[in-house]
């Protein structure tokens, strides 16, 4: 079934199971956005993204499923139906959209690679007793904080895979300062201490030197 469960901004919820519906449900709940966790392809259809786009001035659309094949749209799909408005990010990767105005616009793929390894990094370094919401929220303020303003202007909401190391340094670092800050810090670091080379040093560098075997 391609269920649309639906939540409104008075919390009042209503699931629909067919695509002729879909679009009456996003008119009655006004979501601002679209999470797809479903594994049906193509569960947002024109229609239904055109209503996002009607309802809002950037309407997000994540279309999370994998593979690619079980997305529940595409990025050019999301981007066409909203004038290019979307915030628009997807499970697996998408190649960038060139809209009709010659804008290109690179849809991001959402993937824990980006938050796991810095929030782990961050908590182990400071001998956290758990891993709270508080450093879960850090971690993607930190995250969004690597976004340069030239890559949001390019529909981008998360930097380069080539520079996730950066970012999980930055989120090490807001998980630390955050677990310290909450007192769940077992190990704080010394005040002199350069947290920022704590963290470097402490970082797995997939390096190996030749030799023979």
Same mark, same amino acid.
Request: include cysteine.
């Given at each position: 079934h391609r269920d649309l469960h639906l939540c409104d901004r008075r919390q009042r919820q209503m699931c629909i199971r067919d695509s002729i519906n879909a679009e009456y449900g996003v008119e009655?709940?006004?979501?601002?956005?679209?999470?797809?966790?479903?594994?049906?392809?193509?569960?947002?259809d024109e229609a239904l993204l055109r209503k996002m786009g009607e309802l809002n001035e950037r309407p997000?659309?994540?279309?999370?499923?994998?593979?690619?094949?079980?997305?529940e749209c595409t990025a050019e799909a999301a981007y066409t139906a909203t004038d290019g408005r979307a915030v628009f990010?997807?499970?697996?990767?998408?190649?960038?959209? $060139?809209? &009709?105005?010659?804008? $290109?616009? $690179?849809?991001?793929?959402?993937?824990?690679l980006y938050i796991f390894p810095g929030l782990?990094?961050? &908590?182990?370094?400071?001998a956290a007793e758990r891993?709270?919401?508080?450093? /879960?929220?850090?971690?993607?303020?930190?995250?969004? &904080?690597?976004?340069?303003? %030239?890559?949001?202007?390019?529909? &981008?909401?998360?930097?380069?895979?080539?520079? /996730?190391? %950066?970012?999980?340094?930055?989120?090490?670092?807001?998980?630390?300062?955050?677990?310290?800050? %909450?007192?769940?810090?077992?190990?704080?670091?010394?005040?002199?201490?350069?947290l920022d080379k704590l963290i470097s040093d402490a970082m797995y560098e997939p390096v190996y030197a030749a030799g023979k075997l």
């Amino acid at each position: 079934h391609r269920d649309l469960h639906l939540c409104d901004r008075r919390q009042r919820q209503m699931c629909i199971r067919d695509s002729i519906n879909a679009e009456y449900g996003v008119e009655f709940a006004k979501p601002t956005a679209l999470l797809g966790l479903s594994g049906q392809g193509g569960a947002f259809d024109e229609a239904l993204l055109r209503k996002m786009g009607e309802l809002n001035e950037r309407p997000i659309i994540f279309a999370l499923s994998n593979p690619t094949s079980k997305a529940e749209c595409t990025a050019e799909a999301a981007y066409t139906a909203t004038d290019g408005r979307a915030v628009f990010a997807s499970g697996s990767p998408f190649d960038p959209v $060139t809209l &009709a105005d010659g804008r $290109t616009l $690179t849809p991001g793929q959402g993937n824990n690679l980006y938050i796991f390894p810095g929030l782990g990094l961050g &908590a182990s370094l400071c001998a956290a007793e758990r891993v709270t919401d508080g450093m /879960v929220a850090a971690s993607v303020a930190a995250l969004a &904080a690597t976004v340069s303003d %030239e890559q949001l202007a390019t529909g &981008a909401i998360y930097p380069t895979l080539s520079r /996730v190391r %950066e970012a999980s340094s930055c989120i090490a670092k807001a998980v630390i300062e955050r677990a310290v800050a %909450e007192g769940i810090a077992r190990m704080p670091p010394a005040a002199d201490v350069d947290l920022d080379k704590l963290i470097s040093d402490a970082m797995y560098e997939p390096v190996y030197a030749a030799g023979k075997l």
